[in-house]
C-alpha cells in the first residue's frame, strides 16, 4: 500500500473514532509513525485529506446505485441496495456526523457534494424506475423523484436524528446496528406504492432482514427509562 493510502486509511478511522475536529495532520502524521514533512509531500492539508476521501466515498456509493443492464429488478434488490448504502454510511461515519461543518468549510468539497446529490438523485430515481417496471411498485413519473428525494433525506440525516433523539446528552456512541435501523425507514416510505402482487413479498422481506427497531416505538425509552 502507499504512503498516500495509508494516510487516507489512518485518517478516516481517526475521523471517525475522534471526530474530524479533534484530528490534526500531525496526528495522523503520528499514528503513522512518519514526519508531518512526508504527509504534507502527499496532502498540503487536511481539508485535502477530506476532499480524497469523499472521491473515495462516492466512488463507492455510485457503484452501488447500478440498475443491472441485463435483467429486471427483484425484491431482493432493493435490499441489497440499501445494505450496502447504510454500511458505506458507517464506514464514513464522520462525514455523516458533521456533514453542514465540512461543507462550510471547504467550497470545493460543497461544490463536488452538490454535483454527487444530483448524480445520486438520478441513480435512485432510475432504480425507482426499474422497480415500477418491475411491477414491484406502482408509481407515476412524479412519485419517482418525491421517493428519490425523500430516500436521501433520510439515509443522509440519519446519523442527526439518532445523536437528536437517542443518545444521552454525555454520550456520543451510535451502533451499527442503530444505523442500519434506517433502513426499516426507507422500507416504509414506499410500502404505500407496493403492488399487491409484491406487498406480502416486500413486507415479509422488511420484517425478516430489518424489522422495526425497538427504539424507534413511540413511548418506547420512556418505558425502558421507568423500569
Given amino acids: 500500500m502507499s504512503t498516500k493510502e495509508r494516510i487516507l486509511d489512518a485518517a478516516l478511522a481517526l475521523f471517525n ?3 474530524e475536529r479533534k484530528v490534526t495532520t500531525n496526528h495522523i502524521a503520528a499514528h503513522l509513525q512518519i514526519s508531518p514533512g512526508n504527509l504534507y ?3 498540503k492539508n487536511k481539508q485535502a485529506i477530506i476532499f480524497a476521501l469523499f472521491e473515495r466515498y462516492e466512488a463507492r456509493v455510485l457503484g452501488i446505485l447500478q440498475v443491472p443492464a441485463n435483467r429486471t429488478l427483484q425484491p431482493m434488490d432493493k435490499l441489497n441496495y440499501l445494505q450496502a448504502i447504510f454500511r458505506g454510511l458507517w464506514d464514513y461515519r464522520f462525514m ?3 456533514m453542514e461543518h465540512l461543507l462550510l468549510e471547504d467550497p470545493q468539497l460543497h461544490a463536488r457534494y452538490r454535483q454527487f446529490f444530483r448524480t445520486c438523485q438520478l441513480r435512485v430515481q432510475a ?5 415500477g417496471e418491475a411491477g414491484i411498485i406502482r408509481v407515476s413519473e412524479e412519485d419517482v423523484v418525491a421517493l428519490a428525494l425523500n430516500t436521501w433525506i433520510v439515509v443522509t440525516s440519519w446519523f ?3 445523536r437528536c433523539n437517542l443518545l444521552r446528552h454525555d454520550s456520543d456512541s451510535i451502533s451499527p446496528a442503530q444505523l442500519q435501523a434506517g433502513i ?3 422500507f416504509t416510505l414506499e410500502r404505500p ?3 399487491e402482487q409484491y406487498r406480502e413479498v416486500m413486507n415479509e422481506l422488511q420484517a425478516t432482514f430489518m424489522p422495526r427497531p425497538d427504539f424507534l416505538t413511540p413511548g418506547a425509552e420512556d418505558e425502558a ?3
Avoid: K, M, N, P
Fill in 127 to 131: 432504480i425507482f424506475r426499474g422497480l
Fill in 184 to 186: 426499516y425507514q426507507v
Fill in 17 to 19: 473514532e475522534l471526530g
Fill in 41 to 43: 509531500y502527499h496532502f
Fill in 160 to 162: 442527526s436524528f439518532l
Fill in 193 to 195: 406504492y407496493l403492488t
Fill in 225 to 227: 427509562a421507568a423500569v
Fill in 96 to 98: 455523516h456526523r458533521d
